[in-house]
């Protein structure tokens, strides 16, 4: 995984922007005072304990949760409740989850032209030959015809990523991806998100895989209790961590 | 097997267990003393049983006899049930026209048919339906006539319809062409009820008039729950959507309206329907008995229609909605395209269920006097000539509602492997 990280990103616009958000539940504080600028093109790792808040945040950016304080903005346009706003930056940004969450009763063809032929209202037989390619460059055209409960793990979520990918997203937003896989089945969608990464894509990637963020993030994004502790180049970031909360949270995961 | 190395261990065949036909009775009806002594009360009482009935509606019956005088000190009076066949199926319905309603109930049991195969669930299916019900009534009534509102109100349904089922899929033209439909209607029928139009009647009349009071029989319960379950069917899944809504009003109207039918009998729904509900019309308006039935069962059909599709609304995931959200797709196109093909496979077997028990409760439309198949039945015996063989009738009654029934039942389970084919781990 030796892919330099080196990537000028001086110049790139930027295309996520988050100031001062701020979520609870209920009581509780989920998000706080969140500050981030995302430029085009960057690949960002997010890590940090359990509850700490990671999927929130990137729920956040395409709406599937409601901030209820601060500014979200992705391309310029700023979320607000009205729904063509959120439909819009939900055709551009795409999002991958733990679970796969893959249409159970759809072909995995189907299930990758759904998108394209509804939302983007693109004929059945480009939306086809769009999710072919996708399903090549993820690997595994000969699943095409098969349902998504005779796949296995990996293989499922490869679908899911290749049906994110075939709405043609600016921006794509992992949560956990690898985290409910058997571990023979965490490097074959590693590779895939690391070839996207290497195309230039923008990434917001919630993972603990250590490995990926050496090799290709920009930025470490370090979180805590609703906070962003710490963040930094990869090389940085894990050599000489700051916060005193950054080491403990990467003793305990390096040293496993 | 010592000799085989570690690691080359060869695949063992299963241990061998009684096979064969013996083997099964063996191990499955004779495998203890009690099993055994069990199986043996078991098949006489069956065989005994058997017997007594084959002897009483076979050996002895009397297939034909000109009154019931002459079945006395036999068995089965199927007589009866020769003689009365075509009052039961087709009730008051004028005698020499029987062959109207037959045709009528061949129609529907095709469209039926048709319709549960699953091949044909496409557009086909809109046509099948919309010439085969107006076929179907135009036998019942013997003539249709349409009065300018209604045929505006239609052409207002059908182009609103049209422009929204085909408003993501259709060209630009075409969903044009639909709102010109609908605004034809629009126009048409405003200009009608403001006077401007004058009233005319398309009436469409092959056959003599027969109004529904003279309907009865197996029609009458084949239109009461065939077509009680295709309006019920889709309010049913509104109403399943509405009381998961967001919206407090919705949500407050959908659930009000379940609760509300389902704390009450259908009897007295029926009831309301035809007593109260003209006392409330202002004079001069009167609607058919029949509908008004029919639009009793409907309501109440919905209601546990909603009941049963909210269960399997709330057993998807709630990840499927978030992967639905994430990609942009629309609220409709999110439930029409995911939600609810998962929701409605789960709930298949308990909605058949709903769908048996609603066949079987149509029949209590005879408490208002509507004469379906149960109430002709039932009128049957009220013959002098003929009196004093309920038994036959009602197993007759009771056999062609398990025909309905059970095929309901063996669909069910087709349908459950057939949606199931590939998706199943
Ligand atoms: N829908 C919800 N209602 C109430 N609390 C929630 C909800 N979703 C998440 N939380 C809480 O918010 C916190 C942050 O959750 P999450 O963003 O999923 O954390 P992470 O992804 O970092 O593990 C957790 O403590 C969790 O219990
Ligand atoms: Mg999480």
Redesign the interface.
């Known amino acids: 995984m030796a892919i330099t990280a080196a990537h000028d990103l001086s110049q790139a616009p930027s295309v996520i922007q988050l100031k001062g958000v701020n979520k609870w539940y209920g009581q509780f504080h989920v998000l706080s005072d969140i500050n981030l600028d995302v430029k085009q093109g960057e690949r960002i790792v997010i890590c940090g304990p359990s509850g700490s808040g990671k999927s929130t945040l990137i729920r956040c950016i ?1 709406r ?1 949760e409601e901030h209820q304080r601060g500014d979200i903005a992705v391309h310029g346009v700023t979320l607000s409740n009205d ?1 063509k706003n959120i ?1 819009a930056i ?2 551009e ?3 991958v ?1 733990q ?1 796969f ?5 759809l ?1 995995i063809l189907d299930n990758l032209t ?2 394209p032929i ?2 983007k ?1 693109m004929p059945k037989r480009e939306a086809e030959d769009i999710a072919m390619s996708l399903l090549r460059r993820v690997r595994i055209p000969e699943q095409a015809s ?2 998504p ?2 796949l296995s793990g990996g293989q499922q979520q490869r679908v899911a990523i290749a ?2 990918l075939c ?1 043609r997203p600016k921006i794509m937003l992992f949560d956990e991806p690898t985290s409910a896989l058997d571990p023979e089945m965490v490097k074959e969608v590693l590779d895939v998100m690391i070839e996207l990464a290497t195309e230039g894509m923008t990434m917001l990637c919630v993972t603990h895989e250590m490995g990926f963020a050496r090799a290709v993030a920009d930025r470490v994004i370090f979180m805590d209790r609703g906070e962003i502790v710490e963040q930094g180049p990869p090389t940085e970031f894990f050599a000489n961590p700051r916060n005193e909360r950054t080491r403990t949270f990467l003793g305990q995961i390096l040293h496993h | 097997m010592t000799d085989v190395p570690v690691g080359e261990r060869r695949q063992l065949p299963p241990p061998t267990t009684d096979s064969g036909a013996w083997g099964w009775i063996r191990q499955n009806l004779f495998s203890s003393w009690g099993n055994g002594i069990t199986t043996v009360a078991l098949v006489l009482a069956i065989v005994w049983l058997l017997n007594w009935f084959i002897e009483w509606a076979v050996l002895t019956a009397v297939w034909t006899a000109p009154s019931g005088q002459d079945c006395r000190g036999h068995g089965a009076c199927w007589a009866l049930i020769h003689e009365k066949y075509r009052y039961i199926f087709f009730g008051s319905f004028p005698y020499e026209q029987h062959w109207r309603p037959l045709f009528a109930v061949i129609a529907m049991l095709a469209m039926l048919i048709l319709s549960a195969d699953r091949r044909m669930w496409n557009k086909r299916l809109i046509w099948i339906w919309s010439i085969g019900s107006f076929v179907s009534f135009l036998l019942m009534f013997g003539e249709i006539n349409l009065s300018s509102s209604l045929i505006f109100s239609i052409v207002l349904i059908v182009g609103v319809a049209g422009a929204t089922l085909r408003s993501t899929a259709g060209s630009a033209a075409e969903i044009n062409a639909w709102r010109a439909v609908a605004g034809i209607g629009f126009v048409g029928l405003m200009l009608r009820l403001l006077g401007l139009l004058p009233a005319f009647t398309i009436s469409i009349a092959p056959l003599s008039y027969v109004e529904t009071s003279l309907w009865g029989g197996l029609p009458v319960t084949i239109i009461l729950a065939t077509y009680g379950l295709l309006f019920a069917f889709p309010l049913g899944i509104l109403l399943a959507l509405g009381r998961r809504s967001h919206l407090p009003l919705i949500k407050g109207l959908c659930v009000g309206f379940i609760e509300l039918i389902r704390g009450v009998p259908l009897i007295s729904l029926l009831i309301m329907a035809s007593v109260m509900l003209p006392l409330f019309l202002p004079s001069g308006v009167t609607i058919d008995k029949f509908l008004r039935a029919l639009v009793a069962v409907i309501l109440f059909a919905a209601a546990y229609i909603a009941e049963v599709v909210r269960g399997g609304l709330q057993s998807l995931p709630k990840g499927q909605y978030e992967a639905a959200d994430a990609m942009g797709l629309t609220y409709f196109q999110k439930t029409a395209l995911v939600i609810l093909p998962q929701a409605l496979r789960v709930v298949i077997p308990p909605l058949i269920n709903t769908f048996i028990g609603f066949f079987k409760d149509t029949s209590l439309v005879l408490i208002i006097g509507i004469f379906d198949f149960l109430n002709t039945a039932n009128q049957a015996l009220v013959d002098p000539k003929w009196a004093g063989f309920p038994s036959e009738v009602y197993l007759f009654a009771a056999f062609v509602y398990f025909c309905f029934c059970f095929s309901m039942s063996r669909y069910s389970k087709y349908l459950e492997t057939e949606l199931n084919k590939g998706t199943r781990r």
């Not at chain 1, 969450?101 to 009763?105: A, M, R, S, V």
């Open positions: 395409n599937l729904v439909e939900r055709r940004v795409g999002m989850f679970s969450n893959l249409f159970p009763h072909t759904l998108a509804w939302v209202k098969k349902y409960g005779q049906r994110a709405m």
